[in-house]
């Protein structure tokens, strides 16, 4: 959610629905979007964007997901 009100414009949209004993979380915003080139690469570490900032946030959710299978 941070990178949310980092970079939304003015709106940002947070959804949760529990299906089937799940809960699904979903944030939006209003900002620019992911550059499409990086799309491939979103959870990978360190991938750096535009601004040449680099992440790990997805690379760690997705580990975390993964583990929890």
Known sequence: MSNATRYATSEILIEVHVVNNRMNIAVADDGAGIPRE????LFHRFVKGKDGETGLGLAISRAIVERCK
């Open 38 to 41: 990086l799309i491939p690469y």
